[in-house]
């Protein structure tokens, strides 16, 4: 069974012939150009041979061409920092203007796509990931969503209107570029990222315009709802029953929603098991098997693919990774019925 079959059954809800995996990680400073985030993601699979290929931008990739700039301090995360803001004053916003997403940074990481394309074409499916229209609002912001939805409201939406335009233009671009599917990344989807009321007026409305105007473009939609704190409450039955999307991927290793918990509440697939964080990058090779054979037994084996909640951290040692791709493979699927 090819890693296209494998994940199009796992996401139709199917057992394959294996559980699949998917690894993803930031690559940074290496990530700034095109030919230096295609080679990184290449390289990562190459060694890994992951099932599904998650393409990993850098962390402020859709602020740069709005006015912001970034840089690299050392996170092990390997996400940049915001070192200056496009928006700074409530006037700012009304400055913001539609992008053209084949230039810039933005059309570096379309270019990127292209070129990891010519290996990965035939080889195993790719996500672009997608940021929404609130995280990117945040970001521009220097962390100031929330401000700007209880004082500027109006003004706030013209803004996340611009914003939905250019990311779904970006996100067609890549699907023509060669991506499979989308990974939608939301980090406004928990209890102490926004109130209900800003989810439901500033952030669920614009994640639904931006599916619903992908999900027949692409060939599966993944949605990654991160979650800030230990232990943190994820709005997820609101999305799980938004059409267009395929699976859902969240912290559940650390956030209240565990993954057998996430499955029972959502009719897609899962993505997760792995936990990113803790015993994956800080202890050894077979206590981070038993972790993840653990949470996969928990889960069950259909609709899931075995996945970090978020990205794997620059310092996780190779051969964690490589014990928990062998062990997820060594597993019959049909040894769980």
């Known amino acids: ?10 996401f139709l809800g199917n057992l394959g012939e294996q559980i699949p995996i998917s690894l993803w990680k930031h690559h940074p400073e290496i990530d700034r150009t095109p030919e230096g985030l295609a080679q990184a993601e290449i390289d990562f699979h190459r060694l890994f041979d992951h099932d599904l290929m998650k ?3 850098f962390g402020h990739y859709p602020c740069i061409d709005f006015g912001c700039t970034a840089v690299y301090e050392g996170e092990m995360s390997g996400s940049t920092t915001l070192t200056s803001a496009a928006i700074n004053d409530v006037s700012d ?5 539609p992008l053209d997403v084949n230039s810039g ?12 394309q010519k290996y990965a074409h035939g080889v195993v499916p790719t996500m672009a990931t997608v940021f929404d229209p609130a995280m ?3 970001k521009i912001s220097n962390k100031n969503l929330t401000k700007y939805a ?5 003004i706030l939406k013209g803004a996340l209107d611009i914003i939905t335009d250019v990311m779904v233009d970006f996100a067609r671009a890549t699907i023509d570029a060669g991506a499979d599917g989308i990974f939608l990344a939301s980090q406004h989807s928990t209890q102490s990222s926004v109130t209900d009321a800003q989810y439901k007026e500033f952030v669920y409305p614009y994640d639904l315009e931006l599916i ?3 999900r027949g473009k692409a060939k599966f939609i993944v949605l990654h709802l991160h979650a800030r704190e230990e232990n943190e409450e994820i709005r997820f039955d609101k999305i799980a029953k938004t059409p267009g999307v395929d699976a859902i991927n969240w912290e559940d290793q650390s956030s209240a929603l565990s993954l057998k918990q996430g499955k029972k509440r959502f009719r897609g697939a899962a993505l997760g098991g792995i936990d990113h964080n803790g015993i994956f990058r800080t202890g050894g090779p077979e206590e981070a098997q038993k972790q993840v054979l653990d949470a996969m037994v928990e889960a069950g084996p259909d609709r899931l693919v075995i996945a970090p909640g978020c990205v794997i951290t620059v310092d996780t040692p190779e051969e964690n990774i490589s014990a928990v791709r062998d062990a997820v493979r060594s597993i019959n699927p049909y040894d769980f019925e």
């Not at 916003?93 to 203007?97: F, G, R, Y």
């Open 136 to 138: 990117v609002a945040d």
């Open 105 to 116: 940074e933005l059309g570096n990481q379309i270019r990127a796509v292209g070129l990891i």
């Open 1 to 10: 069974m090819s890693k296209y079959d494998l994940i199009k059954e796992t």
């Open 93 to 97: 916003w009304e400055t913001l203007e």
């Open 150 to 154: 209880d004082e500027y409201p109006e």
């Open 55 to 57: 393409i990993s931008f």
């Open 212 to 214: 619903t105007r992908l």
